[in-house]
């Protein structure tokens, strides 16, 4: 289920009780910050500040650490994203294999610099330190999936099999 809003999901109590048993699933409740992020990452596409005040409530911790994790990890962004989470690596060995080069292509493509989202919301451009693929490179990770070797006629074809 998608929400419109922090409101709304914060108001649903079926997201309400998958908060409640991630809490419950750890002896210690805070552990189950990671995973209540990335629910609300996947439901929101961010996690806003709401949802932190109400995650640091929830589980016992004061909101400023909760917004240091968030603000951390790539994965999490206090900014919404678009539909889809276009991450081209740009650590060396990537970049030896082209992925400047497919970072050009979709910037002009998508007419995005990296860190911006579509006018449309389908689409979020950014570029990343290293992403375990180092001899798929260039590598480009599209929200969960992971594509390796991707010249900027594989891009075309990806992007081009999204809904
Ligand atoms: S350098 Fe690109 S995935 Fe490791």
Redesign the pocket.
């Known amino acids: 289920m998608s929400y419109a809003n922090v409101s709304e999901m914060l108001a649903n109590s079926e997201f309400l009780a998958k908060v409640e048993d991630l809490a419950k699933s750890y002896p210690e409740p805070r552990t189950a910050l990671l995973p209540a992020l990335h629910l609300c990452q996947a439901e929101l596409r961010h996690v806003p500040v709401e949802f932190q005040a109400f995650i640091a409530e929830r589980l016992g911790m004061a909101p400023a650490h909760v917004r240091g994790v968030v603000t951390f990890y790539e994965m999490y962004s206090e900014k919404q994203l678009g539909r889809y989470l276009l991450q081209v ?1 740009k ?4 970049m030896l294999a082209g ?1 400047e080069i497919l970072l050009e292509h979709l910037q002009a493509k998508l007419a995005l610099k990296p860190g911006q989202t579509s006018g449309d919301g389908r689409f979020t451009l950014i570029t990343v330190e ?5 001899d ?4 480009l990770m599209v929200n969960e999936t992971l594509h390796r070797h991707v010249t900027p006629a594989d891009a075309d074809r990806i992007l081009g099999e999204l809904e």
């Open positions: 690596c650590t060396l060995p990537c992925s290293c992403i375990a693929c180092c798929g490179g260039p590598a």
